[in-house]
Nanobody, 124 residues
């Protein structure tokens, strides 16, 4: 069982920045960030299979950067130019399979391990 612990959420004004962290109990091939706004389904935001194999949904391209420190088993999400529509609970996800390279990379059912979430609130 992979344990994931997120941190770094908070409240910022539009245009601001935040950096989320996800500490994993062990290394996994695929790690990613998802988010869920009230009344909406959980959606994939960015996933990473390695330092160079990263994928983003269109709504965050150019604003969010996913990165990982393999020595620390830690995943990061640097979020710049935040918008009110980015407001959501952000979840870290991981899986030992190569889901990052599949059409399931941004789908919740592609991942077996989840953190408890960290809230991001962006005010206008």
């Amino acid at each position: 069982q992979v344990q994931l612990v997120e941190s770094g959420g908070g409240s910022v004004q539009a245009g601001g920045s935040l950096r989320l962290s996800c500490a994993a109990s062990e290394s996994t091939v695929c790690m990613g960030w998802f988010r869920q706004a009230p009344g909406k389904e959980r959606e994939g935001v960015a996933v990473s299979a390695s330092a160079v194999d990263t994928y983003y949904v269109d709504s965050v391209k150019g604003r969010f950067t996913i990165s990982r420190d393999n020595a620390k088993n830690t995943l990061y999400l640097t979020m710049n130019n935040l918008k009110p529509e980015d407001t959501a609970m952000y979840y870290c996800a991981a899986d030992r399979r190569l889901v990052c390279y599949s059409p399931l990379r941004f789908q919740e059912r592609g991942y077996n391990y989840w953190g408890q979430g960290t809230q991001v609130t962006v005010s206008s």
